[in-house]
């Protein structure tokens, strides 16, 4: 089975400055990865993905994301975060079929 | 196009009582799975069904159990809950095709077991 790990559960940031998001997976063979957000109080969204192709991955919010295949690893960055980011973001990982694997999230809050 | 609707949004229940969710995928879409979100578990994949078979199944009890119908909506069940199956349920549907593709989440459906 795949496992996701998301290294921080929490993170807190000042608004405008800088935040990456780690997550490290666990795979011998090829994956397609995934990173969701989630606002209060609501279901999960897309934020992008990686299928192939280019390993830099970006979301039309600023957002991206390196697909590291030497370090199972797929980190999201933001150069300048803002309020409005505040919310859960969920790793995720799929092998074959259509059975993703999650992380147990990392709460990104953006201070004033 | 609608996106995932998920009824009821929220249910109260009691120890040992049993319930029914409901989840309506986006039109088109036959595949639906179903997670439970817990704080600091995340989301645990219960089971996937596809054209009103069970493709796959995650690590749960068989008290937790689902359907498929040939409309695609699907329905999942808990009998003799506990409190620990307090959670959010998130349904996700996604298209036939190509494998890896994207999951499209409802709002969920917030369990409270007292």
């Known amino acids: 089975a795949q496992s996701v790990t998301q290294l921080d559960s929490q993170v807190p940031v000042f608004e405008e400055a800088p935040v990456e998001l780690r997550c490290n997976y666990s795979?011998?063979?090829?994956?397609?990865l995934f990173w969701y957000v989630q606002y209060p109080n609501q279901g999960l969204q897309l934020l992008l993905k990686?299928?192939?192709?280019?390993?830099l991955v970006e979301s039309i919010n600023g957002f991206e994301a390196e697909f590291n295949k030497s370090q199972t690893s797929f980190h999201l960055r933001k150069p300048s975060v803002h309020i409005s980011d505040t919310a859960e973001y969920f790793c995720?990982?799929?092998?074959?079929?259509?059975?993703?694997?999650f992380g147990t999230g990392t709460s990104l809050t953006v201070i004033p | 196009k609608a996106g995932v609707t998920q009824t009821p949004r929220y249910l109260i229940k009691t120890r040992g009582q049993q319930v029914t969710l409901s989840c309506s995928p986006i039109?088109?879409?036959?595949?639906v799975s179903w997670y439970q979100q817990t704080p600091g578990q995340g989301l645990q994949f219960l089971f996937e069904?596809?054209?009103?078979?069970?493709?796959n199944k995650g690590n749960f009890p068989g008290r937790f159990s689902g359907r498929q119908f040939s409309n695609s909506r699907s329905e999942m069940n808990v009998s003799t809950l506990e409190l620990g199956d307090s959670a959010l349920y998130l349904c996700?549907?996604?298209?036939?095709?190509?494998?890896?593709?994207?999951?499209?989440f409802g709002p969920g459906t917030r369990l409270t077991v007292l």
């Open positions: 995720a990982v799929s092998v074959t079929g259509n059975q993703f694997y």
């Open positions: 039109s088109g879409h036959r595949s």
């Open positions: 996700a549907s996604s298209t036939p095709g190509l494998a890896h593709k994207e999951q499209f």
């Open positions: 990686y299928l192939s192709g280019s390993t």
């Open positions: 069904y596809f054209s009103e078979t069970q493709r």
């Open positions: 795979s011998s063979v090829s994956v397609y």
